[in-house]
């Protein structure tokens, strides 16, 4: 199956300085690449996604980006906001299939 | 707005137990999964459901079993349940299309003691 590996497991930040997450998945045939969020208490949910066939995706402060010949894939926050501040989780898509990286801890220091 | 439900947000239970926990979907979503999340670990799928009485086994699906009976409805079952079972669990549901976003309900705290 799917192997799919996330860096780094914690990450602190300066509010207003950048995070970037980086991904790495096994299976070449994965053509699908969410990011869901995850608050404290509260249900993962999408914030942004990526296809096999795009390099990169933009939605306002975050960005996603996609070298499917070295199979890895990044999120980029800028401007961090206390309200980013959460656990982050990559995911590969194969047949229907979502395999999760370990997620990434984000706090926004003020 | 999709909203999927889960029957507890938390739950106890004794090694030996059978356990129940149950997810409901209201957007006539075909496919539905189970998870399980530990620190650590991510989200590890345990079963999903691309149909009713349609089921395929994910990552982890040791110890454990499902029901699909109905369209809005999957159940996992921890036959006896073990305290390596306890975990947060997450039901999740989406459309057949491989590029949409599956909806997460808010977890189950499962503790076996």
């Known amino acids: 199956g799917e192997n799919v590996e996330q860096h780094p497991s914690t990450l602190s930040v300066q509010e207003g300085d950048s995070a970037v997450i980086k991904c790495t998945y096994s299976?070449?045939?994965?053509?699908?690449f969410p990011w869901y969020k995850q608050e404290l208490g509260k249900r993962p949910q999408l914030i942004i996604d990526?296809?096999?066939?795009?390099g990169e995706k933009k939605d306002q402060r975050i960005a996603v980006t996609l070298n499917k010949t070295a199979k890895h894939f990044s999120l980029h926050i800028t401007e961090t906001q206390p309200e980013d501040s959460a656990v982050y989780f990559c995911a590969a898509t194969l047949d229907y299939k979502l395999s999760f990286g370990a997620g990434t801890t984000v706090t926004v220091r003020a | 707005d999709v909203k999927v439900t889960q029957s507890s947000r938390y739950l106890v239970k004794r090694t030996g137990e059978k356990v129940f926990l149950e997810c409901v979907q209201d957007m006539d979503h075909e496919n539905m999964f189970w998870y399980r999340q530990d620190p650590g670990l991510g989200l590890r799928l345990i079963y999903f459901s691309y149909d009713v009485k349609m089921k395929e086994k994910g990552d982890i699906p040791e110890g454990y079993s499902v029901s699909r009976e109905k369209k809005e409805r999957f159940s996992l079952i921890l036959e006896s349940a073990s305290t390596n079972q306890t975990s947060m669990y997450l039901c999740a549901s989406s459309t057949p299309d491989t590029y949409n976003e599956q909806f997460f309900g808010p977890g189950t705290r499962l503790t076996v003691l």
């Open positions: 990526i296809r096999s066939n795009v």
């Open positions: 299976d070449s045939a994965s053509n699908y």
